[in-house]
Nanobody, 123 residues
Framework: QVQLVESGGGLVQAGGSLRLSCAASGRTFSQYSMAWFRQPPGKEREFVGYISWVGGRTYYADSVKGRFSISRDNAKDTVYLQMNSLNPEDTAVYYC????????????????WGQGTQVTVSS
């Protein structure tokens, strides 16, 4: 069992930045690949980015490439999502997820989920 808790969401103006954190507890965090997803209002959950459990390989959705970056600190059992140049289309509930998977942008590949943190970008 892995428990995930996101933090760092909030209200930010367009062009601003936020850093989300996802703290893990339970089973060995370093063995899990991690991903961030988001769910905009009235829309389905969508992939944001992924970081592998070894090597820290990252992949991003086209919509955030060049603006968002994912990192992980296995010593702290934490993964981060640095979000820059935010725009109103980034408004969503952001979720972190953990899975024993190679790269995947499908929510079905991830077994454990956090409760989500709201990010609101004002224009």
């Amino acid at each position: 069992q892995v428990q995930l808790v996101e933090s760092g969401g909030g209200l930010v103006q367009a062009g601003g930045s936020l850093r989300l954190s996802c703290a893990a507890s339970g089973r060995t965090f370093s063995q899990y690949s991690m991903a961030w997803f988001r769910q905009p209002p009235g829309k389905e959950r969508e992939f944001v980015g992924y970081i592998s459990w070894v090597g820290g390989r990252t992949y991003y959705a086209d919509s955030v490439k060049g603006r968002f970056s994912i990192s992980r600190d296995n010593a702290k059992d934490t993964v981060y999502l640095q979000m820059n140049s935010l725009n109103p289309e980034d408004t969503a509930v952001y979720y972190c997820a953990a899975g024993l998977t190679c790269f995947s942008d499908s929510p079905r590949s991830y077994r454990y989920w956090g409760q989500g943190t709201q990010v609101t970008v004002s224009s």
